[in-house]
């Protein structure tokens, strides 16, 4: 069988995907574009020509990160609105959870932005929005709703990250405990000011 030459598109997409990997395991610094590079098959010359810097790269990644986790939030809300989408994107939430290497590359572009790095911060900042804005759109509820909602993903986000499923000890029990309906009512603008 003959070999089939990827397109530049292809290639891109397939460093990313292998990117993602190192990234979201070792950070910015410490991912290896070598090591990126010898997993996709291709010189480290060939990485920088499709990225430009190892922080392009990365950027990328935790971009498409955060994307993944928007496109899912949003078909799995499908035409519900209010509290009904939010329940959706919730049980949605919940099981991209096991998708550790999406978790982890937002929480890795998070410690990064975090790391005072303005450009990463920037960019991170910028793939928050959009998720931020895809599911108040979507819901069409208060900002106050929207920040809740997005606050127990955090939570979830840590959680998860921690391992917290595998910790029996009484805080973390009571970290994992579900949250029940009509918890939140006494949250409004008034009270959250």
Same mark, same amino acid.
């Given at each position: 069988m003959p070999l089939t030459r990827m397109t530049a598109q292809q290639r891109?997409?397939?460093?990313?995907?292998?990117?993602?990997?190192e990234f979201a395991t070792r950070g910015l610094h410490g991912a290896s574009t070598e090591t990126i590079a010898h997993r996709a098959g291709i010189t480290q010359t060939?990485?920088?020509?499709?990225?430009?810097?190892?922080?392009e790269l990365f950027l990328a990644c935790v971009d498409a990160a955060f994307e993944r986790l928007t496109l899912a939030l949003r078909?799995? $809300?499908?035409?519900? =609105?209010?509290?009904?989408? %939010?329940?959706?994107?919730?049980?949605?939430?919940?099981a991209m959870? $096991?998708?550790?290497? =999406?978790?982890?590359?937002? %929480?890795?572009g998070m410690a990064a932005a975090a790391a005072g790095e303005?450009?990463?911060?920037?960019a991170v900042r910028a793939s928050f929005g959009r998720l931020w804005q895809a599911v108040s759109d979507t819901a069409g509820l208060d900002p106050v709703t929207i920040k809740t909602f997005?606050?127990?993903g955090m939570l979830l986000n840590t959680s998860a990250a921690l391992g917290l499923a595998d910790v029996d000890e009484r805080w973390a029990r009571q970290a994992r405990t579900r949250i029940k309906p009509g918890l939140f009512e006494h949250v409004t603008r008034e009270t959250n000011r």
């Amino acid at each position: 069988m003959p070999l089939t030459r990827m397109t530049a598109q292809q290639r891109r997409e397939q460093v990313l995907r292998v990117a993602e990997l190192e990234f979201a395991t070792r950070g910015l610094h410490g991912a290896s574009t070598e090591t990126i590079a010898h997993r996709a098959g291709i010189t480290q010359t060939y990485v920088f020509r499709l990225f430009s810097t190892k922080r392009e790269l990365f950027l990328a990644c935790v971009d498409a990160a955060f994307e993944r986790l928007t496109l899912a939030l949003r078909a799995a $809300a499908a035409d519900a =609105t209010g509290v009904d989408a %939010l329940a959706a994107m919730g049980r949605e939430y919940n099981a991209m959870l $096991a998708d550790r290497t =999406t978790l982890l590359l937002q %929480l890795q572009g998070m410690a990064a932005a975090a790391a005072g790095e303005p450009e990463i911060r920037d960019a991170v900042r910028a793939s928050f929005g959009r998720l931020w804005q895809a599911v108040s759109d979507t819901a069409g509820l208060d900002p106050v709703t929207i920040k809740t909602f997005l606050a127990f993903g955090m939570l979830l986000n840590t959680s998860a990250a921690l391992g917290l499923a595998d910790v029996d000890e009484r805080w973390a029990r009571q970290a994992r405990t579900r949250i029940k309906p009509g918890l939140f009512e006494h949250v409004t603008r008034e009270t959250n000011r």
